[in-house]
């Protein structure tokens, strides 16, 4: 069965260092996306793409966040300056989109430490 | 705008007991509705969908029905095992452009 893909599973760093996570989505699905995820809470949408399109990165922190998707495949989450507050899982997340579809299919998520 | 309330953790239940997790939602239009799972350290796994009024969504001998008129999306399962502790998260869908709403989250704790 096919899966989401994430990688580090860890990341431990110290605060005003950069991170990166990178995703790879379940092959041929074209939208994919980022979350954070506090311990307790639910997920927060962090940012949405459509094959390699900003759908919608309204809740994204754009003075130390981006992401990127290239080729409208794998993608990557850029943290930089890291800052205590990070310290969270995020999840990566594709779907098929545009069939009707809406389930969306979770990769085991990278959780960061923020030192 | 659309919401989505589950009720509160931790549900705390013995091996083999009934198990009932609320959700009421509050939408527009026909949304999807869905249960997700997260165990302990990992990403959230699809449990079960509906996707229209009176469906019933099942997975794992758990099972949802898609209530319109009391808008609800109940989830239960009739024997709960230790292995089912995780926390559950109910979660609609937005027409216009294939976001989730999500839950709260409930935890669910079972005690051999």
């Not at chain 1, 580090?8 to 954070?36: M, N």
């Not at chain 1, 809406?102 to 030192?115: C, S």
């Not at chain 2, 449990?47 to 758990?62: I, M, R, Y």
Request: charged share 20%.
């Amino acid at each position: 069965e096919a899966e989401v893909a994430q990688s580090p599973r860890y990341k431990i760093t110290e605060k005003s260092q950069a991170v990166a996570f990178w995703c790879d989505p379940i092959s041929g699905h074209a939208t994919l996306y980022w979350y954070r995820q506090i311990l307790g809470q639910g997920p927060e949408l962090l940012v949405q793409f459509q094959d390699e399109s900003v759908v919608d990165d309204s809740q994204l922190p754009k003075d130390r966040f981006s992401a990127e998707r290239l080729k409208g495949v794998d993608s990557t989450l850029k943290i930089q300056p890291a800052e205590l507050g990070d310290s969270a899982m995020y999840l990566c997340a594709s779907s098929r989109s545009g069939t009707g579809s809406y389930e969306q299919y979770f990769g085991p998520g990278t959780r960061l430490t923020v030192t | 705008g659309d919401s989505v309330t589950q009720m509160e953790g931790p549900v705390t239940l013995s091996e083999e007991a009934f198990l009932t997790i609320n959700c009421t939602y509050t939408a527009t239009g026909y949304p999807s509705l869905f249960w997700y799972v997260q165990y302990p350290g990992e990403g959230l796994q699809l449990l079960l969908k509906a996707t229209k009024a009176d469906d019933k969504g099942s997975n794992k001998g758990f099972e949802a029905t898609y209530r319109k008129e009391t808008t609800s999306f109940h989830l239960e399962k009739g024997s709960v095992q230790v292995s089912d502790s995780a926390v559950y998260f109910c979660a609609l869908s937005k027409d216009s452009n294939y976001q989730l709403i999500w839950g709260a989250g409930t935890k669910l704790i079972i005690k051999p």
